[in-house]
């Protein structure tokens, strides 16, 4: 028996249910096989240099995979988040303490739903969405990042903070990589100067908005007695990963 079938495996449900993937990508399934963590994901976690790069996260996720087939950098972030979520139960138990305006606080992660998919998505023939900025009035066609995405956006802003470590242009770098097309226009410099020059407050709020309903992804609130009754966001602290870890 090879080693690697030693292992107990769980299956990941994934918040978008494999919509928008190539119909030939095992993502379609909308699940992921993922086996538990051992001492040697333990020292994963632990290299410095994964640390230092920022790169410990990922570099776990594709250990756990079993599928190597998989294309790691097609996978959306909401549904990253929900197989970061299972490898935390499956390393170290669903409870999870952190701190919350100086109270412990602790959920269940087990208990953590997927959001309803939104029509819009639901609807989608292919990762490829529409806005119309309610403000300007200008009609864009935009996708939702994947992993893969998200890597060429940090590429960028480590650019970027070579040049001027006072730089923090993460917002309107992501709104560049997510907009395909402005009424129309695919050329990507003209992307890149509605977002520096057209794209009003107002509109990058409403379309951020809109976004934020539309991605697929895990309903990670919880619920304090003095929070607000929509819930807040659970933060995923350094001991979300690292539970015995000292802060």
């Not at 956006?153 to 395909?180: F, W």
């Not at 809109?210 to 995923?236: C, H, R």
Request: with cysteine; glycine share 6%; aromatic share 8%.
């Amino acid at each position: 028996m090879a080693v690697e079938n030693m292992f107990p495996t769980e299956m990941v449900e994934l918040p978008s249910k494999g919509k928008l993937y190539p119909k030939d990508s095992p993502l379609a399934k909308g699940e992921i096989e993922i086996r538990y963590m051992t001492a040697a994901d333990e020292d994963l976690l632990t290299n410095q240099n994964y640390i230092e790069r920022g790169v410990v996260v990922d570099k776990l996720l594709q250990s756990l995979i079993v599928d190597k087939s998989i294309d790691y950098n097609q996978i959306l972030v909401g549904d990253k988040n929900a197989l970061l979520v299972a490898a935390r139960i499956l390393g170290y138990g669903a409870k999870y303490e952190f701190n919350y305006r100086g109270k412990k606080e602790e959920v269940d992660l087990s208990q953590i739903p997927a959001k309803p998919l939104h029509p819009d998505f639901e609807a989608a023939k292919e990762n490829l969405f529409t806005f119309k900025c309610p403000t300007g009035g200008a009609v864009l066609e935009f996708k939702l990042l994947t992993h893969g995405d998200d890597q060429m956006v940090e590429q960028e802003l480590k650019g970027l903070r070579k040049v001027n470590k006072d730089a923090s242009p993460e917002l309107s770098t992501r709104l560049k990589y997510m907009i395909q097309s402005v009424n129309g226009n695919t050329d990507k410099k003209a992307i890149r100067e509605f977002v520096d020059k057209g794209f009003l407050a107002r509109d990058s709020r409403a379309f951020r908005k809109y976004v934020n309903e539309l991605q697929p992804d895990l309903d990670m609130k919880f619920y304090p007695e003095d929070g607000p009754e929509d819930g807040v966001p659970v933060p995923i602290e350094v001991s979300f990963l690292w539970p015995d870890i000292d802060v």
